[in-house]
Every structure is written in C-alpha cells, then in structure tokens.
C-alpha cells in the first residue's frame, strides 16, 4: 500500500501516533454517548479533567466505579498510577481489552459495599456512582472508600443534582436512587471530610454558582474524618 503523505508536514505525527498506539476505540459507555448524545462524552471527560487538573502530581489515585474507564486516560495524564475498580465484570472486561500497553493501569472488579480496595491511595475519586448506591448503603460506601485513603488524602466526588433529574433521560432516572440537592450533599461528605469544597456544573463549565440551578455537583473534599458508627 502506498504511504500515505498530510499535505503539511507537521501532520506527519498523525500517522507516527497511529503506528504507535493504533487507532483508539470508545469504552461501552463512551460509545454510547457518542452516537447517541454525543455533547454527553463531553460532558463527562469535562468531569475526569476537573479530577485531572485537582489531582495533578498525586502519586496513588484510586478510581471507584470507573465503568468502561474511557476517561481515566485524563486522570492517568496528571498522576503517578491509577487503580480503577467497578463492581459490573462487563465494563472492567471492555476497559481491559482496550487498554493501551503506553497506558497502563490497574483494573478490576470490586464491589465497594463489600469492603474496602486494598491498599492505601493519595486520593480517591468516584463520578456518577453515589447516586447509584440506596441512601440504607450510603453510609457502607463512604466508610470503604474512606478507609483506603491516607489520613491526609484528598476525596472528589461527583453526582447529578436532584433538580437535574426532572430534565433526565428515563434510563438515567432508572438508576438514579440517592440524587441530593447541593446543601444535603455537602453536608452529607461533612460527615466524612474535615473540609467540603462543594461545586456547580452546567453542561462542561464548572463553576460556584447557586446550587438549585446546577445539573451537576462536584466536591473536593480534604482530610477524612469517619464518623463513629
């Protein structure tokens, strides 16, 4: 087959990537999003790049329901290692295939109400899974999660608001059990964190606006404090 040639030269390194790393395929997830809403993979990959940009220079990152792992890559960019976990074998298997030999990480089935990952992280992070988890288990998942974090790690952790979900679509809302609106969500992670830095979002801008009117809540949150049983 004739070599292919970019007409500007500087695109040569296109075709060095692509000898490289091959051509990138979607995460089941991602995929989804893509063909079916795509502004909605942007909207999460905006989410990993927040964690990214709060987490750069960590050593020991833990991911807690990582699903397909597409947006890891972001996290993996600013940080020493990742350990992504997810209690679906069938998402952990997708991440496994695709996983990029350049881009390794640690990835496997966990089920955070189970226990805690073994181990001990820098920080912690887990998107769109609270809201997943019945507000009986809440307590469980927290206290697993906190209990692989270093005592002066560092926790993000993401949900949809609960106003967002008169504007969600049926099969997000099936899953959604534990949606909270932005004061109940802040002061629910008070009860596991010294400090609560509690954020807005709207489609991919992140932002300290008035929480009833955020799709989206991120908290960044310092110092583990477990709470006594």
């Known amino acids: 087959m004739e070599k292919m040639e970019t007409r500007e030269p500087q695109y040569k390194l296109v075709f060095d990537v692509k000898e490289k790393h091959g051509i990138s395929r979607f995460g089941l997830m991602a995929n989804e999003s893509w063909n079916q809403d795509p502004r909605r993979t942007l909207f999460t990959l905006a989410r990993y790049k927040f964690v990214a940009k709060m987490l750069s220079g960590k050593e020991q990152v833990l991911e807690v329901g990582c699903a397909d792992a597409f947006g890891t890559r972001l996290v993996q960019q600013e940080v020493t290692h990742v350990t992504a976990v997810d209690f679906d074998p069938v998402f952990i298997q997708d991440a496994r295939e695709r996983m990029n030999p350049n881009w390794p990480f640690e990835c496997f089935v966990h089920d955070m109400l189970s226990g805690p990952v073994p181990g001990k992280f820098d920080a912690v992070y887990s998107l769109d899974v609270l809201e997943h988890i019945d507000p009986r288990h809440e307590d469980s998942f927290m206290r697993n999660m906190l209990a692989s974090l ?51 979002m709207n489609d991919e801008v992140i932002h300290t606006g008035f929480y009833p009117m955020a799709h989206y809540l991120l908290a960044l949150c310092t110092i583990p404090a477990l709470p006594k049983s």
């Open 150 to 200: 270093k005592q002066n790690g560092i926790g993000i952790i993401g949900i949809p608001s609960l106003e967002s979900q008169a504007h969600a679509s049926p099969q997000s809302r099936e899953g959604h059990v534990n949606c909270k609106i932005g004061k109940d969500f802040k002061q629910f992670l008070q009860k596991y964190f010294e400090h609560v830095f509690l954020f807005s």
